[in-house]
């Protein structure tokens, strides 16, 4: 039934338009926008009236897998770098994980993303101990929950050859189901003229996935040039996040981080650099060179006291992550200015409202339809906030809202691809069954880490 979106303001971040006009959805995809559209016999009409409506927000890097680890029990012992913070806890947490809290980390991660407005997220997964058929299970998750999602395994060298073929099948079994399902939608189409909403290979996609240059051997490194080659895909990577993966790359390869990942065409204009902290100017040219996108996660920087990330020097493709820590990008976004603040670090609060902009674009790219600019033909990817501002908003004025006033608690509705995944803050699933689930699954979960 085509839904009639009436008297809302729809507000979009770059370029910035805050607009009073009605949206129809038909079929995954906003089919009008105009004033005062006139409800047909078969709209299902919906008053939204002093309600904002903004596109989706994207997560352009995440770790669903950590969604378990919120309150998990203490490492064995206090970590004093950033290796042993991986060591003696992501490691040790991500190895500890099976099919059924792969699975529940995925369901209640996707779930709050809803909940706090996210209708896409780039997901970057690691389980050494179940690699295969990792991704169909998160892919299964995400599916319920109604969201987007690219996902990918990070190939990695730090569990063996063994797992290291493994990680890669896996990136190889995902971008294999995505281009199938891609080609017989294709075939449906032609016979089928309405079958956009049914369509599931329409709210997913494939990465080939990477832990970080120094879990990387040169041979790693070129099997997952391979399948982007093949497969025309970005590599999702962990970049100079900390200094000990620069030292790595100059020790042991004479090369920068970026320079290595380039001289194995292991870099392209869909890859995505998440931190990327402490690249030298050299690295950050041959990646803005090559096209990238740079992720700034800054509340996982603070977490992990690795430095802040020079933004001003990634130019204009630079995108919001939250490395795990939930998926609410307003929170990140409110993060990124104030620690943008902090660092004199001259990037004002409009140049946040483009980089959520860019995230929507990035999603767009990938998916190859606008979640970005609410326009006739865009995705309806949309979320709802019930935002009452004490002063005007004005186009000049609407990132300062962001900064001080528009939060997550404002989401009201959240829909994707035509599908509402969340109306007046209830989820089309039943909440409160995911998260006890969650947690008995978590009890699982740390019972095994306690034994590591
Ligand atoms: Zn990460």
């Avoid at 078969?42 to 897998?65: N, Q, S, W």
């Avoid at 931190?275 to 041959?286: F, V």
């Avoid at 979320?383 to 609407?398: G, K, W």
């Amino acid at each position: 039934m085509p839904l009639l979106l009436k008297g809302a303001t729809i507000i979009t971040f770059d370029p910035i338009s805050i607009d009073q006009v009605d949206l129809r959805v038909e079929s995954g995809l906003i089919s009008e926008r105009a004033s005062q559209l006139t409800p047909g016999v078969k709209d299902e009409v919906i008053d939204l009236r002093d309600r904002m409506i903004v596109p989706g927000m994207v997560c352009a890097h995440t770790h669903l897998y950590s969604t378990l680890a919120r309150g998990m029990p203490a490492p064995p012992r206090q970590p004093s770098n950033f290796k042993e913070i991986l060591e003696l806890v992501w490691w040790r947490l991500d190895r500890a994980l099976d099919d059924e809290t792969i699975y529940w980390s995925a369901m209640a991660g996707a779930l709050d993303a809803a909940r706090a407005g996210t209708t896409c997220l780039f997901d970057h997964h690691a389980s050494p101990s179940y690699i295969t058929g990792s991704l169909q299970i998160i892919r299964d998750a995400i599916e319920k929950i109604g969201l987007r999602a690219v996902l990918c395994y990070e190939v990695t060298d730090r569990g063996g050859t063994h797992e290291r073929e493994k990680g890669l099948d896996e990136n190889l079994a995902i971008l294999s189901w995505v281009k199938s399902s891609l080609s017989a939608d294709l075939k449906s189409q032609i016979q089928i003229a309405d079958s956009a909403s049914k369509r599931q290979s329409a709210l997913f996609r494939g990465m080939v996935g990477a832990h970080a240059s120094f879990t990387l051997s040169d041979e790693s490194l070129d099997y997952c040039a391979e399948l982007m080659q093949v497969f025309d895909a970005g590599l999702h990577i962990h970049v100079a996040e900390d200094r000990w993966d620069v030292l790595d790359a100059e020790s042991r390869y004479r090369l920068g981080v970026v320079e290595r990942l380039a001289k194995h065409n292991a870099i392209n204009n869909r890859t995505i650099l998440a931190h990327g902290i402490h690249l030298s100017d050299e690295d950050i040219a041959i990646a803005r060179s090559a096209g990238v996108w740079f992720a700034h996660n800054p509340r996982s920087n603070m977490n992990n006291q690795v430095g802040y990330a020079p933004v001003s020097k990634f130019g204009d493709r630079v995108v919001l992550g939250t490395d795990g820590i939930g998926a609410d990008m307003f929170e990140e976004a409110r993060i990124a200015f104030f620690k943008s603040r902090d660092n004199h670090a001259g990037v004002d609060a409009n140049a946040w409202l483009s980089v959520l902009g860019n995230n929507q674009r990035l999603a767009s790219e990938a998916f190859g339809v606008d979640l970005g600019n609410l326009r006739v033909g865009s995705a309806a990817d949309l979320t709802v906030l019930d935002y009452s501002a004490p002063t005007p908003i004005t186009r000049e004025n609407l990132s300062w809202h962001l900064a001080f006033g528009i939060d997550s608690a404002s989401v009201e509705s959240v829909m994707v691809n035509g599908s509402f995944v969340l109306r007046n803050r209830n989820a089309a699933i039943d909440e409160q069954s995911v998260y006890e689930q969650a947690r008995v699954a978590s009890e699982k979960l740390w019972a095994r880490l306690r034994k590591t």
